[in-house]
T-cell receptor, first 110, second 112 residues
Framework: EAAVTQSPRNKVAVTGGKVTLSCNQTNNHNNMYWYRQDTGHGLRLIHYSYGAGSTEKGDIPDGYKASRPSQENFSLILELATPSQTSVYFC?????????FGPGTRLTVL | QEKVQQSPESLIVPEGAMVSLNCSFSDSASQSIWWYQQHPGKGPKALISIFSNGNKKEGRLTVYLNRASLHVSLHIKDSQPSDSAVYLCAVISNTGYQNFYFGKGTSLTVIP
């Protein structure tokens, strides 16, 4: 079964600080995705990637950057974290339809 | 941008009941539609997908798709307490890349 891991699982950050969320997949999928999940909004796409070296903006990219240094790794970067970015973040990978999700990172920005 | 609406928001049923979950979407040219299950504190996990009009059955799950009415439904037969979770409807957009649009979900509680 597809395996996607995320780190850290929980993170508390201060407003204005830099936060990096990491994701690793061992399934050799080309496509990887970052979502955030908030009550009342469901899952929303932040950034995605077609492969190493590529990143694309999703539906809510403002305040976020992404990096895909290798096929396996995809990071989400918050350069200047704000309280509105408090959320649960999910990474996913998948080609040809099904997406496989990681366990999520709960981020709190104080 | 694809819009995905799910109903009801929440549902409480006794064990053994048939459960029906609904999802409407905005683009008739959308590719496939997926249903995901999400338990508390976990990532979503794919349950079943459908592309063509009609129905598809896998075990206790049946999904019905009607592209003309932009509607898809998921039915869970003989529901179990372990089915208690949030169910997400996801539509793959027809934009040339494999991006999902998710509904807000239906929270299902199955009471023993």
């Amino acid at each position: 079964e597809a395996a996607v891991t995320q780190s850290p699982r929980n993170k508390v950050a201060v407003t204005g600080g830099k936060v990096t969320l990491s994701c690793n997949q061992t399934n050799n999928h080309n496509n990887m995705y970052w979502y955030r999940q908030d009550t009342g909004h469901g899952l929303r796409l932040i950034h995605y990637s077609y492969g190493a070296g590529s990143t694309e903006k999703g539906d809510i990219p403002d305040g976020y950057k992404a990096s895909r240094p290798s096929q396996e790794n995809f990071s989400l970067i918050l350069e200047l974290a704000t309280p509105s970015q408090t959320s649960v973040y999910f990474c996913a990978s998948g080609d040809w339809g099904e997406q496989y999700f990681g366990p999520g990172t709960r981020l709190t920005v104080l | 941008q694809e819009k995905v609406q799910q109903s009801p928001e929440s549902l409480i049923v006794p064990e053994g009941a048939m459960v029906s979950l609904n999802c409407s979407f905005s683009d008739s040219a959308s590719q496939s539609i997926w249903w995901y299950q999400q338990h508390p504190g976990k990532g979503p996990k794919a349950l079943i997908s459908i592309f063509s009009n009609g129905n598809k059955k896998e075990g206790r799950l049946t999904v019905y798709l009607n592209r003309a009415s932009l509607h898809v439904s998921l039915h869970i037969k003989d529901s179990q307490p372990s089915d208690s979770a949030v169910y997400l409807c996801a539509v793959i957009s027809n934009t040339g890349y494999q991006n999902f649009y998710f509904g807000k979900g239906t929270s299902l509680t199955v009471i023993p």
